[in-house]
């Protein structure tokens, strides 16, 4: 992680939020480059799941609602996560995320050990194990170290396990309900009346307005409304670089369905398209695995869920969570606000409230997945043939922050810098692309590699004569020399898409 997280600072992708204050832990900026590939991203996602589906359309809704739609969503009485804190280090842990074992010698007790979640953690706890055998100078065969999660403390043992953070007993806290919702006051007033929340995901804004869109569209069930937009989760313990932050973007669909319909073949139709929509923005098909949720770790209402996973530097974790959620959500709302918000459904004939099958995934998780997939490092021959260690971005060409980059050859020739100009122009009013005159063109070449520009494109003595430029390919270096007709389609095919 910390090498994809160096190349995103250097090259402009993501600055810590407020560096120059010391930074916002679980807050990121997205830099010149960054903010490119994140709009191409969403771009993609609105192309293939809102323009290219006939079933689905979009919405905007504000991120502060009215305070009840988090009462009726259940938001405010259960949007939390265990909290634990260290009363000596004062940092704060979620509970979830403690791991703890008992250290015993022959069936006997000699102590506690405790680790933070991780995929390293089992060996972690083993070496701690060993430690605090010495230090107590314990004879004897260590019996093998069976981790716990710290909710299955009893309360007993909460003073006997080490904090993560200092190593100390009796410091821990047992596990209290964190509620992760920001608060803040709308309007002057600054008392119960006028707290209000930034929204922690953006599904509800969808089910809020779902009767105004049916009212307003000629949408038919099974239909979806799709939104992109900020959520905010004050998240007990933000890490792993962008992946669990406190400000970050969801995509997210409601598709409704009728209470009739076999939820699960259409549960299963949205895990393929999702897969599917992973393999088109570059993510490979091997990387991404299904976690299905067992029935008892489903929340009451739901049917189903399960997770689109990606190995991510930091282990196999969520990417994207497809639930399939009953009509919780609309009955709630429908309850709490007193208004009807059912379907006249015209094949069968009745009113109902659908259901739901919701497509949740986070813009700054796919971002990250996307340059975890791409960070390559191999060795390409250099101007002098010799091979040189490079590292590339191998972005998919759809979603890469620039498409080409133009070189003129050499800067001292006024031919060849202008014609170089003037296919930069042409091709800057259809994509992003740059252009480079300074430095030897192994060097230029080099530092498109290494933001993922997809095509080099160099205007050279020949293009004087004959018109034709040559065009190398940023993962294999291979150069072919086209026209600029011919490069223009060349590019339209792999940047757009055949049409
Ligand atoms: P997790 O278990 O990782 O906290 P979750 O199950 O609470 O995630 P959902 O509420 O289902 O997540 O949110 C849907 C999606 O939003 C997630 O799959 C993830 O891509 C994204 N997401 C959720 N929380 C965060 C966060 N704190 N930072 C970045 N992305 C997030």
Do not use: C, D, S
């Given at each position: 992680m910390s090498i994809i997280e160096g190349l995103c600072k250097r090259r402009g992708f993501i600055y810590r939020s407020s560096e120059i204050y010391g930074g916002l832990n679980g807050f990121f900026d997205y830099g010149p480059l960054g903010v490119e590939l994140k709009n191409n991203i969403k771009q993609a996602w609105w192309n293939d799941f809102v323009h290219g589906r006939d079933d689905i359309v979009g919405l905007d809704a504000s991120?502060?609602?009215?305070p009840n739609v988090w009462r009726a969503s259940g938001h405010v009485a259960g949007f939390s996560d265990p909290m634990v804190d260290c009363k000596e280090s004062k940092l704060r842990f979620r509970a979830d995320q403690i791991y703890f074992a008992e250290v015993k010698i022959d069936g006997h007790t000699i102590g506690y050990v405790s680790v933070l979640e991780d995929e390293g953690m089992q060996a972690e706890a083993e070496k701690k194990a060993h430690e605090l055998k010495r230090k107590k100078g314990a004879q004897g065969e260590l019996e093998p170290v069976a981790l716990k999660n710290y909710?299955?403390?009893?309360?007993?043992e909460y003073d006997l396990i080490p904090s993560?953070?200092?190593?100390?007993?009796?410091t821990l806290t047992p596990p209290r309900d964190f509620n992760l919702m920001f608060q803040t006051y709308v309007g002057a007033m600054r008392d119960e009346t006028a707290v209000a929340y930034l929204r922690p995901e953006t599904a509800q804004g969808i089910f809020v307005d779902f009767k105004n869109i049916c009212d307003t569209s000629?949408?038919?069930?099974p239909f979806g409304i799709a939104q992109i937009g900020k959520a905010f989760r004050n998240e007990i313990t933000p890490r792993n670089f962008i992946f669990r932050s406190r400000e970050f973007e969801q995509m997210e669909i409601e598709y409704f369905i009728s209470p009739e319909a076999d939820w699960k073949k259409l549960h299963r139709e949205w895990i393929d398209a999702c897969k599917k929509w992973f393999v088109s923005i570059g993510l490979p098909e091997c990387e991404l695995a299904e976690d299905v949720h067992p029935k008892e770790k489903l929340?009451?209402?739901?049917k189903a869920c399960t997770d689109i996973t990606f190995h991510f530097p930091h282990g196999l974790q969520e990417l994207q969570g497809i639930a399939v959620r009953g009509d919780f959500d609309l009955t709630q709302h429908q309850n709490a606000s007193n208004k009807n918000l059912e379907y006249f459904d015209e094949n069968l004939k009745r009113k109902y409230l659908p259901h739901v099958i919701e497509p949740s995934l986070g813009v700054d998780r796919t971002f990250l997945a996307v340059m975890t997939a791409a960070y390559t490092e191999d060795e390409v021959p250099n101007d002098k043939g010799q091979p040189e260690k490079r590292v590339v971005l191998k972005f998919s060409p759809r979603i890469a922050p620039l498409k080409a980059a133009v070189f003129?050859?050499?800067?001292?020739?006024p031919e060849i810098f202008e014609k170089a100009k003037s296919i930069y122009e042409r091709l800057r009013r259809r994509w992003n692309v740059f252009f480079d005159a300074s430095g030897a063109i192994g060097r230029r070449y080099r530092r498109q590699d290494e933001i993922g520009t997809p095509f080099g494109i160099t205007v050279d003595f020949q293009t004087l004569e004959d018109g034709t430029v040559t065009l190398r390919d940023r993962d294999t270096t291979q150069q072919v020399r086209m026209s600029v007709e011919e490069l223009i389609w060349h590019l339209t095919d792999k940047i757009d898409g055949k049409i």
């Open positions: 991120i502060i609602m009215h909710m299955e403390a009893k309360p007993g993560p953070a200092t190593g100390n007993t009796g000629r949408v038919k069930v929340a009451h209402y739901a003129p050859l050499v800067k001292n020739k």
